[in-house]
């Protein structure tokens, strides 16, 4: 069974300061990975999708890594700003029926 | 139109009650998704459609009835519910099958009194 763990549980930064998010997966024969974001009380946001044969994926100021073979992706977020204040979670679709694992997630303050 | 939407935001209803909380998206997607999620948790899987057809079912108790009339909507019928139940539920769409970018409902909080 896959098993997915996002470390730290929470982060606060100042503004301006870049961001990085870790998530690490037990079963590194993964199909994609996603980070998604979630705001309190609200749905998810998906950020990124990163195909398994892709080594980083990149949207704004957002980029995600994935090294399949240590079980690894890491969400950088450039030049953290108070509205990047969130919950980030990645997940990993499971091997037999492709339903999504999630990580706990990575709650983020970005302090003005 | 890349918006799935829920509808009620909020609900409160008895553990007597029948209600229903219903979900919409107009992307074309074919597959759809309902998730439980509690305070500080990640989101649960539910069910899944798969064109239409109830694909998975995760062992969710009978008094939660999924119900997929066409390809743009799906319904959760609520009834005889617990106050363990209360928490936000949200839909999702994905284009195809779950390994496809899911696309996330802003969620009906629900309280079960």
């Known amino acids: 069974k896959q098993e997915v763990t996002q470390i730290p549980a929470a982060l606060s930064v100042p503004e301006g300061e870049n961001l990085v998010l870790n998530c690490s997966f037990t079963d590194s024969a993964i199909y994609n990975l996603q980070w998604f974001r979630q705001d309190p009380g609200k749905g998810l946001t998906s950020l990124l999708l990163?195909?398994?044969?892709?080594r980083e994926q990149t949207s704004g100021r957002l980029n995600a890594s994935l090294d399949k073979s240590s079980g690894r992706s890491t969400l950088y977020i450039a030049a953290s700003q108070p509205g990047d204040s969130a919950t980030y979670l990645c997940a990993v679709p499971a091997r037999d029926d492709y339903k999504l694992s999630f990580g706990a997630g990575t709650t983020v303050t970005v302090r003005a | 139109d890349t918006e799935v939407t829920q509808t009620p935001k909020h609900l409160v209803m008895g553990m007597t009650n029948k209600k229903s909380l219903k979900c919409e998206q107009h992307?074309?997607?074919?597959?759809m998704y309902w998730y439980k999620q509690k305070a500080k948790k990640p989101p649960e899987l539910m069910f899944v459609y798969s064109y239409e057809k109830l694909s998975i079912n995760e062992s969710v108790p009978s008094r939660f009835s999924p119900e997929c009339p066409n390809s743009s909507l799906l319904n959760l019928h609520l009834h005889a519910l617990q106050p363990e139940d209360s928490a936000l539920y949200l839909c999702?769409?994905?284009?195809?099958?779950?390994?496809?970018?899911?696309?996330f409902g802003p969620g009906t909080r629900l309280t079960v009194l």
């Open positions: 999702a769409s994905s284009p195809r099958a779950p390994t496809d970018t899911q696309y």
């Open positions: 990163i195909q398994s044969s892709q």
């Open positions: 992307m074309g997607h074919r597959a």
